[in-house]
């Protein structure tokens, strides 16, 4: 069973920084793509951020050069560390994973909702301007 855990969310100004954490079991973290989704009040989950096994990543280009993805071995955590924040970046915030059966789409990693199966149970960011 994937078994998620997202934390690291928090209140902070516009142009603050935030570091989210996910941990997983070993066979999630090694054997899985893992991704960050977000969602803010009346509006579609969308993708933000996702990294596969080998370390390649795939950002959503309003948050390229401003987030960055990684995961950390020793601890079996997936990071997304998010500077330069702005209000349009309040929403909750979601850990995801799936096998590269479903996950990798085209020969890249996806931030389509539909291709994770797997989620956490989200972390609230907001950021006041």
């Known amino acids: 069973q994937v078994h998620l855990v997202d934390s690291g969310g928090g209140s902070v100004q516009a142009g603050g920084s935030l570091r989210l954490s996910c941990t997983a079991s070993y066979y999630t973290y090694s054997s899985y793509s893992m991704a960050w989704f977000r969602q803010a009040p009346g509006k579609e989950r969308e993708g933000v951020a996702a990294i596969n096994r080998a370390g390649s990543t795939n950002y959503a280009d309003s948050v390229k050069g401003r987030f960055t993805i990684s995961k950390d071995n020793a601890t079996l955590t997936l990071y997304l560390q998010m500077n330069s924040l702005e209000f349009e970046d309040t929403a909750m915030y979601y850990c995801?994973?799936?096998?590269?059966?479903?996950?990798?789409?085209?020969?890249?990693?996806?931030?389509?909702?539909?291709?994770?199966?797997?989620w956490g149970q989200g972390t609230q960011v907001t950021v006041s301007s």
């Open positions: 995801a994973a799936d096998t590269e059966g479903f996950s990798v789409v085209a020969g890249r990693i996806s931030l389509g909702r539909k291709d994770y199966r797997y």
